[in-house]
């Protein structure tokens, strides 16, 4: 059973440019979760989604960034004129049930590098 | 705001000794607080959860201490090997806010030879 997929693993934006990172959740798996990750920080709670469901989207900045999980395909965090603020790790983890206590398991991360 | 604060920051200990990390929150709904792993260039693995109905848990070498009036808990790495140097995460999560973690900002430990 493969693990949560990122891709791209790094990606280099200019700054104005779009950057989208994708997420394939584990096999059997419909809650993702987005976290970033800025140097010298802990992960910081972006997005919870469901299949075509956002459910929690409280740590998203207000501007800029959108995320969805359609039905069919992977889970897209989309970033809109990336600026060097954006410049991070950025983790997806994948939960097969979110009613319980389970363990969310994290992908290898997409680094984003703002010039 | 910060909502679970983790310290030491870093911290170096040798090989076969005791490593110990602490987090501190201030929500009471969390109910669920896990530690995870994390290598270089590598996504959060997760190491050991507690829920606040047991003061500890202990799985091998490691064992995590739970303190609910305090709101502290903390994660003691026993016997510590080079293999366990990588940086360590505190987390808090709730049913309320659908198991989105809150993160401390890390431990990140070297064990020496």
Request: hydrophobic letters at 35%; proline letters at 7%.
């Amino acid at each position: 059973n493969a693990g949560v997929m990122q891709n791209p693993r790094h990606l280099v934006r200019r700054r104005g440019q779009e950057a989208r990172l994708r997420c394939s959740p584990m096999k059997g798996h419909s809650h993702v979760y987005w976290y970033r990750q800025l140097p010298e920080e802990g992960l910081k709670f972006m997005v919870y989604l469901q299949k075509e469901n956002i459910i929690d989207e409280s740590g998203m900045p207000k501007e800029r960034f959108s995320a969805e999980f359609p039905k069919e395909g992977p889970s897209i965090l989309r970033i809109q004129q990336v600026v060097r603020g954006d410049s991070a790790a950025y983790f997806c983890a994948s939960s097969p049930l979110a009613e319980t206590y389970n363990e969310q398991f994290f992908g290898p991360g997409t680094r984003l590098t703002v010039l | 705001q910060q909502q679970v604060k983790q310290s030491p920051q870093s911290l170096i200990v040798q090989k076969g000794g005791i490593s110990i990390i602490n987090c501190a929150y201030e929500n009471t709904a969390f109910d669920y607080f896990p530690w995870y792993q994390q290598f270089p260039g590598k996504g959060p693995a997760l190491l050991i959860a507690i829920r606040p109905d047991v003061s500890e848990k202990k799985e091998g070498r490691f064992t995590i201490s739970f303190n609910k009036s305090a709101k502290q808990f903390s994660l003691h790495i026993m016997d510590s090997q080079p293999g366990d140097s990588a940086t360590y995460f505190c987390a808090a999560t709730s049913g309320n806010s659908g198991y989105a973690l809150n993160f401390g900002k890390g431990t990140s430990l070297l064990v020496t030879p």
